[in-house]
């Protein structure tokens, strides 16, 4: 396995404002394709606001004909990304 055909996988973390709680946070994602997978969690840690995701697209050629599903896996890959933590004052 080489270093291009490992998951990319991030981790970023939001210092809730002081005051602040989370009160609502996106469900899991899990997405598999024939055009790689993705996994989303949020997870309220302390005063922060954890988001981790991987992403696994393995090196292919999509026929014209299947644009549509490759398009499909990656607007759902980018909805995920937005989706809304809801704050709270606690």
Do not use: C, N
């Not at 396995?1 to 939001?14: A, F, Q, Y």
């Not at 709680?21 to 989303?40: C, F, I, N, R, T």
């Not at 954890?50 to 299947?66: G, H, I, N």
């Amino acid at each position: 396995m080489t270093p291009d055909d490992r998951p990319r996988k991030d981790t970023v973390r939001i210092k809730l404002p002081a005051g602040y709680k989370v009160d609502e946070m996106p469900d899991p994602v899990h997405l598999e394709s024939p055009y790689g997978a993705y996994q989303a969690v949020w997870k309220a840690e302390g005063g922060d606001l954890v988001f981790e995701q991987s992403t696994e697209v393995p090196d292919a050629v999509a026929p014209a004909a299947q644009y549509a599903q490759l398009r499909a896996f990656f607007d759902r890959i980018a909805g995920s990304q937005a989706s809304p933590v809801v704050l709270v004052r606690k």
